[in-house]
């Protein structure tokens, strides 16, 4: 079975600081891909990025960056710097070969200005 | 490029009666999904089409809940009778293929509350 734990439900910054969102995933699939989502007030899921099983390459992407780590079945999302615009419910999602999305429950980030 | 469109966009309903969602999926999309996604969770997978046909149902609750994709295009979601835990937001997505890298584009959602 597949499972995806984000085990902070809220977390709250003020303004420039650097927050880190926690994702560990359970799988049998060799092969998968792991996704982040953005859930703004909105209410619309805005993908921020995929990583696929073979690749464990960091990625920065201006104040955003991924932490990929196989050896502790973790996806960790960094945002430098904060601002309140990224204030939303963030998720991290896993999809193996052959099966469909599962979600974790999210993580609600609140950037105090 | 329009994005993936779903209506209305908010819907309040009493126990036992009926509603429709209806998903416009990103124009050349093959594949369609509806998730069901109860506040403070992640989305939950009700169900996949692949154009006109169903891939993954094995979530939907088929004793109230139906969809349908004629055409292969536009996509509606019924419940019949509504209960108050279907209570939720209702997300249609869209990808160009069922492949496991496949992006799926979510649209803004409808949010129903059963009184």
């Known amino acids: 079975a597949q499972k995806v734990t984000q085990a902070q439900t809220e977390i709250s910054v003020v303004e420039k600081e650097d927050v880190t969102l926690d994702c560990v995933y359970e799988?049998?699939?060799?092969?998968?891909?792991l996704f982040w989502y953005k859930q703004p007030p909105s209410g619309e899921l805005v993908f921020l990025i995929r990583?696929?099983?073979?690749?464990?390459q960091n990625e920065i992407s201006g104040r955003y960056s991924w932490n990929f780590q196989k050896s502790t079945s973790s996806f960790n999302f960094t945002i430098t710097a904060s601002q309140v615009v990224d204030s939303a419910v963030y998720f991290c999602?896993?999809?193996?070969?052959?099966?469909?999305?599962?979600f974790g429950p999210g993580t609600r980030l609140s950037v105090l200005p | 490029e329009a994005g993936v469109a779903q209506s209305p966009r908010y819907k309040i309903i009493e126990k036992r009666q009926s509603v429709a969602f209806w998903c416009n999926p990103i124009?050349?999309?093959?594949?369609l999904y509806w998730y069901q996604q109860i506040l403070g969770q992640g989305p939950k997978l009700l169900i996949q089409?692949?154009?006109?046909?169903?891939?993954?149902d094995s979530q939907l609750p088929k004793d109230r809940f139906s969809a349908e994709r004629l055409k292969g295009v536009d996509s509606t979601l019924k419940i019949q009778p509504a209960k108050l835990e279907d209570s939720a937001v209702y997300l249609c997505?869209?990808?160009?293929?069922?492949?496991?890298?496949?992006?799926?584009?979510f649209g803004p959602g409808t949010r129903l509350t059963v009184l």
């Open positions: 997505a869209s990808s160009l293929g069922a492949g496991v890298a496949d992006e799926q584009f």
């Open positions: 799988t049998r699939d060799t092969t998968y891909y």
């Open positions: 990583r696929n099983s073979f690749d464990e």
């Open positions: 999602a896993l999809r193996g070969y052959g099966q469909n999305f599962v």
């Open positions: 124009s050349g999309h093959a594949t």
């Open positions: 089409f692949q154009n006109n046909g169903v891939v993954d």
